[in-house]
């Protein structure tokens, strides 16, 4: 990669070799002598940022008062003015109208019947995709109700509906204030982009504290977790409206108003739809989390049967969130999809009067027939004694090898490997992480990658920031080594493009959670387990920039390789893989961001690092020291991404075109 | 075509009205630009802008366009075209100059004023024709009206008008993406004259189009501009475009507005020689009319009688049947003066 990085050229290249190769190596030889303080930073050097934070929100939760109001009242009426359209629906969807309690129990109307409910949603698949996703939506409802799931399905349906209404509302507000205001944007990027590195269970905390536990601390939590992309979509969508059709609106004398409602936003709609999309598939991956912190519904359903180490009824109910993520996610990929290829007009007045149809006869008959609006218990069906029996013959019989497996990983390449970056002394780190960051990107990144890396040193996290790191790069290197061949490779096999287009699409749709299930099965608690999961979440994105890279590649560019007598493996090598290093250089980026954000959920398993930090401190109950270890977590994210981008920066400038 | 020409013959133009008039309108680009705009007119020049290290992308442009007159302005890319028309529009502030409409300067405009004067008077036709995507074809055609307010049945009934004139009756309900791309620009057309505009600006709009679709877009223009004559800014790269549809042309170079004149005069006195080689393709026949070769009214002698704004190439059939010198008429019907014979084949077979 060096070759195609740096390409010498007078006094310049001069300072970028001198850059490139003797100083890391001088920078090396030091390390053999630094001792004391650069070496290991000592106690009082650090700085108690962790009390501070806690202290400062403890006091803002419930001390502070704003104007005379308390804030603690404050965020206490708006989790009840939250709760109240969750419980309407889930009245609505769930447990139907109910008055009293105990013998004063009433019904006074019941809950929409699962029955109505699938079909209408089946209708609905009918008509904006067709046969295909009507017969899935079908089975996922099938699969929900036989397997008993149904009520925690539409409680956790009642909150993700208001989740991404929410979301949706928030994100297109501030996407629009971004998209007028230069100075905003830049502000809420640099918001966002911490947002979406910080782990989630760092702000978990915080909105116990501010909004006690229940469904609406979930929902804020939720919401905060699944703005950023639709804050982002937004803004992309709205820069997509072309200037033309701008100088349109001002040609016929469009107010700011109109031109935003009846021009802008119409416009962009395909592109705002794929934000809806991103929302809805945030908001599931949320479901799990969520319960923690009181959400109810299928993702407390695997939460409580983890903590049993029941593994059947958990993957029973990961797979009933699955079934939802699949349906949400291609419905609301149908609808941008149809909006963007401009088929319209699919859904009829005539449809909308069969659908209400469709959800109040079951309901009406459930009134006589209770198996409309609930399914009996004991009709239900379960697996989970036979993925139990499964996990119990794996390990009866496989112990020994799937053991040796792991020692001789966890012994002969992981263990050394975190003891000679813990071993490293910081001040060693920092400068060359630094250098890479002149190398790269100039001073500018230089500067701020040191910052980064300096906050993590002085707030005391610098070798549990050193355990993630080592997971991290272990993770994502095999996670690389997979995926990209693996997504080469394919690319050059055009029949293969579409099944593995839609494993990918599905393995996206999974909450992280469930990566964990299978892994923990086989290898226990621990860090080759962790390993296992984040590997085989991160691997996604990488087989798919391995193929988008490949795809951009210009045909014409193959073709002067060929005819100028390339062999198949000349032309990779000089053609394809220069053209397309951008954006394997990009897929490397977004594989380092899906392994650490997958690396705090990991911390489950009992991982020693900035998630185990982060996850202990939730436990705990510290506000503080979750916080700031999730800082510290955003702060690896951000010196990945700006060495990462930077990279991708110069490749691209030396191809002459940046597809990103 | 030569209907159309019945307006333009360049003295004509000068006593139309003036309708829209440009002065000294500059739009610089850089930092700095401001203080450029604030210099006095005589220091405004290309040395001055150079030293400033700053991108002059109109210089310096001063016209007058007569009421009724088709006005061309043509350059290749990045000669300033589209910019000067934005500044007569003012969708792009110009750095200096002033833009009459009638005599008031539209940069001195409030906004509310403008937006009256864009709602009201102003019609525009883009390139890449910049309809509404989730919007029909009426929905699109009247979108100007609903904007400024019309009730819905009465904005619809002018739109289905204007749908009908282009051609596009029975496709009101279709879908941009459902038209072709000539199609498209027949519902551009539509739109930019819902509102019945007098100034109707068209920006390149059909340099997207491939050649056959952009002739008949063009026979489109001039019959819409022969029942409803308004006051037309067309912006082309197209010589041939701006020869069939111009009563006059501007040609732009680097920003500044080389020459202007009818075609016959851009062909026959080129300025400068970037003009010279511009129009060096074009046939003298094309653009020469007959009043130009007419001689005085002889007598006696004449075997056919020919129109005296007609150019010469369309006379070519009486040219090639008449033995000897050919009676030149007026509008009126009545003889004005006489064209020799040879004068004129000599001019058919030049550059031919």
């Known amino acids: 990669m060096a070759d195609i990085l740096a390409r010498p050229d007078g006094v310049a290249a001069w300072r970028r070799n001198w850059a490139h190769a003797v100083l890391p190596l001088a920078i090396l030889a030091a390390t053999l002598f630094i001792q004391g303080p650069l070496a290991h930073l000592p106690d009082w050097a650090v700085v108690p940022l962790a009390d501070w934070v806690g202290g400062g929100l403890n006091w803002f939760a419930r001390e502070a008062t704003i104007g005379g109001v308390k804030v603690a009242d404050i965020t206490r009426a708006l989790a009840t003015a939250a709760e109240m359209p969750i419980d309407w629906l889930k009245v609505l969807l769930a447990e139907g109208w109910v008055t009293g309690a105990g013998f004063n129990k009433m019904h006074i109307a019941p809950p929409l019947s699962w029955l109505g409910v699938i079909l209408a949603t089946s209708l609905l698949a009918l008509r904006l995709s067709g046969r295909g996703l009507a017969l899935l939506t079908l089975l996922a409802g099938a699969y929900l109700v036989f397997f008993g799931l149904w009520l925690s399905a539409m409680t956790t349906l009642a909150s993700v509906v208001l989740c991404v209404i929410t979301a949706l509302a928030l994100g297109l507000a501030m996407g629009i204030w971004a998209y007028r205001s230069p100075g905003a944007e830049a502000v809420l990027r640099a918001v966002m982009n911490i947002m979406q590195t910080v782990p989630v269970f760092s702000y978990l905390l915080p909105t116990l504290l501010l909004f006690g536990y229940g469904p609406s601390a979930a929902l804020f939590a939720t919401v905060v977790y699944a703005l950023p992309p639709m804050v982002h979509a937004t803004v ?384 705990r109950g510290e506000t503080g020291p979750g916080i700031v270890a999730g800082l510290c977590v955003a702060c690896i994210a951000l010196v990945a991404d700006a060495l990462l981008k930077s990279g991708a920066a110069r490749a691209a400038r030396h191809e002459g075109a940046v597809h990103v | 075509m030569s209907e159309a020409h019945l307006i333009s013959p360049s003295k004509a133009v000068e006593a139309r009205p003036v309708a829209l008039e440009a002065k000294g309108v500059w739009k610089v680009f850089g930092h700095g630009a401001g203080a450029f705009g604030q210099l006095p007119a005589s220091a405004r020049t290309p040395e001055a802008l150079a030293s400033a290290k700053l991108v002059g992308a109109v210089q310096d442009a001063t016209f007058r366009i007569g009421r009724g007159e088709v006005f061309v302005i043509m350059g290749l890319s990045g000669s300033g075209k589209s910019t000067l028309l934005r500044c007569l529009t003012r969708l792009i502030e110009p750095t200096a100059g002033e833009v009459r409409y009638d005599g008031a300067d539209i940069l001195k405009l409030g906004d509310k004023p403008l937006v009256e004067l864009r709602r009201r008077r102003m019609g525009m036709v883009f390139q890449h024709f910049a309809l509404l995507p989730n919007r029909t074809v009426l929905g699109n055609v009247a979108f100007p009206l609903e904007v400024q307010g019309t009730p819905r049945a009465e904005a619809e009934a002018r739109a289905l008008e204007l749908i009908e004139t282009v051609g596009l009756k029975g496709r009101e309900g279709r879908f941009p993406a459902e038209l072709s791309g000539g199609q498209q620009q027949r519902v551009g057309i539509a739109r930019s004259l819902t509102t019945n505009p007098e100034f109707w600006f068209l920006d390149e709009p059909f340099s997207a189009l491939d050649p056959l679709i952009r002739a008949d877009l063009q026979a489109e223009v001039l019959r819409l501009q022969k029942t409803h004559t308004r006051t037309v800014v067309f912006v082309t790269h197209d010589l041939d475009e701006a020869i069939r549809i111009a009563d006059r042309i501007a040609i732009m170079e680097g920003g500044r507005i080389v020459q202007i004149g009818t075609p016959e005069e851009l062909v026959t006195r080129p300025a400068t020689d970037y003009v010279r080689r511009f129009v060096a393709k074009v046939s003298p026949a094309r653009v020469v009319r007959v009043s130009s070769l007419m001689g005085p009214f002889g007598g006696g002698g004449v075997t056919a009688a020919v129109k005296a704004d007609a150019t010469i190439s369309e006379i070519a059939p009486e040219l090639v049947t008449a033995t000897g010198p050919l009676a030149v008429v007026d509008p009126g019907g009545r003889q004005i003066g006489s064209l020799d014979r040879q004068r004129a084949l000599a001019t058919l077979a030049a550059g031919a």
């Open chain 1, 236 to 619: 992309l969508a709205l820069r997509s409206v072309p200037a033309e059709t701008l100088e349109l609106a001002r040609m016929t004398g469009c107010s700011r108003a109109q031109t935003l409602l009846k021009v802008e936003l119409p416009v962009a709609t395909p592109r705002l739809a794929i934000g809806l999309n991103q929302v809805v598939m945030m908001t599931l991956n949320m479901v799990i989390i969520a319960s923690m912190i009181g959400a109810g519904g299928l993702g407390y359903d695997v939460l409580r049967a983890l903590r049993r180490l029941d593994f059947g009824a958990g993957f029973e109910a990961g797979m009933g969130i699955v079934a939802l993520a699949v349906v949400l996610d291609r419905l609301t990929q149908v609808a941008a999809h149809n909006q963007s290829t401009g088929r319209r007009g699919l859904w009829k007045r005539r449809d909308t009067a069969i659908a209400v149809l469709l959800l109040l006869v079951p309901t009406a008959a459930s009134l006589a027939v209770p198996a409309f609006a609930t399914w009996p218990d004991g009709w239900t069906l379960t697996t989970a004694p036979f993925w139990n029996g499964a996990v119990s013959f794996i390990n009866q019989n496989f112990y020994g090898p799937l053991e040796a497996i792991r020692t001789a990983t966890l012994l002969g390449v992981m263990n050394p490997f975190r003891d000679l970056l813990l071993a490293a002394p910081w001040s060693a780190v920092v400068l060359l992480v630094a250098l890479a960051g002149y190398a790269l990107g100039g001073l500018r990144t230089a500067f701020s990658v040191a910052l980064l890396m300096l906050f993590i040193v002085v707030t005391g996290y610098w070798e549990a920031a050193m355990s993630s790191v080592y997971l991290t790069v272990l993770s994502v290197a095999l996670a690389l080594a997979i995926g990209l061949p693996f997504g080469i490779w394919v690319s050059a096999h055009p029949r293969l493009h579409q099944p593995v287009q839609l494993v990918l699409d599905t393995l996206q749709t999974l909450p992280t959670l469930v990566y964990l299930l299978p892994a923990v099965m086989l290898f226990r608690n621990g860090d080759f387990s962790a390993l296992i999961a984040i590997v085989s979440y991160a691997i996604a994105p990488a087989v798919r920039y391995g193929m988008a890279g490949m795809a951009h590649v210009p045909s014409e560019r193959i073709e002067a390789g060929i005819m100028s007598g390339c062999t198949p493996w000349q032309t990779f090598r000089f053609v394809r893989l220069p053209s397309s290093l951008p954006t394997l250089i990009l897929g490397i980026n977004q594989t380092v961001m899906m392994a650490l954000s997958m690396l705090v959920i990991a911390a489950l398993v009992g991982t020693r690092e900035l998630g185990q930090e982060v996850y202990t401190s939730l436990a």
